[in-house]
């Protein structure tokens, strides 16, 4: 019995040995380097870059002879300073002495100088011009900074062009579109200005609408402060009286009265300013005002965007993880809890499609989203120390998001435990909106490897997707005061 024991014993010790050799050799095969930033031969515009990738878990890394961490994923960030021209960046992983190494190329050049470009105006003969989409109104040409977005099919008068611009005049002032983003009559047209002699006011359940008759579709400014909304309808003049106005308006406006003879101001009887919008619809403009919330997710129609998608993978993380697939995960979860407390769920996305930016906005304000809440994770460009800047952060842009964006932005880093970054505004397709009231929450940074290590746990993403939802609750519950 005694030797039938110790052959037991013996054969025991043989496979642990034979497992752990068998391991061991299995480790240093498969031992491996993937770079997912930056591509070899690659210009960087900056002083410095990060080198973001992974290897074998159990891996020893050195970049240009500095250890760097290797974290449970395999994923690595590392953070180089480059010298002007050719740089080479040596990557070595050893697991079990076998050795991966890989060298990168890298040259860092001066970014392109653009503050001498002139741009020369050259006059036209006035053109009507028509919109192809959302188009912005610039101040300058070529000037990243926007006045305000007009809606597809909206009409300007141009009578210069500048560069890939043309030039248009709105009241006093000039301002410019994008040529790309316009189609012009062939025939030279003079200013003309419609006349509005009829303005109607309806109401629903959820919005109050100013129905006024337009025959053109002129392009109109929004402007929002408090509860006032100052509505300006370019290439039109107003021929109809305050008194009739006021006379007419439903309970939901305060007041309506003409601030010139093209702007209308109109204070709500409510003292919070929620979604707000504008649309053409057989000869009329309708400006679409939502009444005020109340409280709770019961009853609420939430758009919930996944960012990116299909061919559009976002960020790309150290293991080659897209950022749209993390979106999609975290978007799913918060759909989930949005309807347990009796919310209707918008999805622009439920998988892995691409979908244009304003596709997504047409989709929320189409069906009556209350509030459109756009899910991504953040990255930086050349020159930032992923390290030192991370953390979540929520963007809005017109003010009447700026307490949605404080409200999810409290309760998503309670949740997460990441760096608050506080709120931030921004001009992006998804935060312009004013109806549904929109903005975007970056849960985390994809190449800073402590929240990428968490991003990637489908725990953690019902985690944010939870933090996100009470956030959501709260602003409903919170603004409900606000109106009483």
Not at 178 to 197: C, G, H, L, M, W
């Amino acid at each position: 019995m005694k030797k039938y024991i110790a052959k037991i014993a013996l054969l025991f010790v043989f496979i642990s040995i034979s497992l752990f050799l068998v391991s061991n050799y299995s480790k240093a095969f498969t031992n491996y380097i993937q770079i997912i930033y930056p591509k070899n031969n690659q210009i960087i515009f900056a002083s410095s870059t990060f080198i973001v990738g992974n290897t074998s878990p159990d891996s020893s890394l050195v970049i240009n002879n500095k250890s760097v961490k290797v974290f449970p994923s395999g994923s690595f960030v590392h953070v180089v300073n480059l010298i002007p021209g050719k740089n080479t960046i040596s990557i070595r992983s050893n697991n079990y002495n076998q050795e991966r190494i890989s060298i990168l190329s890298l040259t860092r050049k001066n970014p392109p100088d653009s503050s001498q470009r002139q741009i020369v105006i050259q006059p036209i003969p006035t053109v009507l011009i028509e919109t192809k989409g959302y188009t912005a109104v610039r101040k300058n040409p070529g000037n990243p900074i926007r006045l305000f977005t007009v809606k597809k099919d909206n009409k300007f008068y141009a009578d210069a062009l500048a560069g890939g611009f043309y030039r248009v005049k709105l009241g006093n002032t000039y301002a410019y579109v994008a040529k790309k983003d316009v189609e012009a009559d062939e025939d030279n047209r003079d200013f003309i200005t419609q006349v509005i002699q009829n303005v109607q006011f309806e109401e629903d359940e959820r919005n109050t609408y100013i129905k006024i008759e337009a025959e053109e579709e002129f392009p109109v400014e929004l402007k929002a402060s408090g509860n006032t909304l100052t509505a300006v309808l370019y290439y039109s003049k107003i021929n109809v009286t305050d008194a009739f106005m006021q006379e007419n308006k439903t309970d939901g406006i305060s007041k309506i009265y003409k601030l010139t003879d093209n702007t209308l101001s109109i204070k709500l009887s409510s003292p919070q300013l929620n979604g707000y919008d504008y649309f053409y619809d057989d000869d009329y403009l309708i400006i679409k005002i939502a009444k005020p919330f109340s409280a709770g997710l019961k009853g609420k129609v939430v758009a919930v965007d996944p960012g990116h998608g299909g061919k559009d993978q976002g960020s790309v993380g150290p293991t080659a993880i897209a950022e749209k697939d993390i979106n999609l995960g975290i978007a799913s979860y918060l759909k989930d809890e949005l309807e347990k407390a009796g919310a209707t769920v918008i999805m622009t996305r439920s998988n892995d499609i691409y979908m244009g930016l304003y596709d997504r906005v047409d989709k929320a304000f189409e069906e009556n989203a209350d509030i459109l809440v756009s899910i991504h994770n953040n990255a930086h460009p050349d020159g930032v120390d992923p390290y030192e800047i991370h953390g979540t952060s929520t963007y809005y842009y017109n003010d009447n998001a700026k307490f949605l964006a404080e409200n999810i932005q409290d309760k998503l880093v309670r949740a997460t435990g990441f760096k608050n970054l506080g709120i931030k505004t921004a001009s992006f397709a998804l935060t312009r909106p004013s109806y549904p009231v929109s903005v975007i929450v970056e849960v985390g940074f994809m190449i800073n490897p402590y929240e990428y290590e968490k991003l990637i746990q489908k725990s953690f993403q019902k985690q944010a997707a939870e933090g996100i939802k009470t956030g959501i609750e709260a602003y409903f519950n919170n603004i409900s005061e606000k109106s009483l």
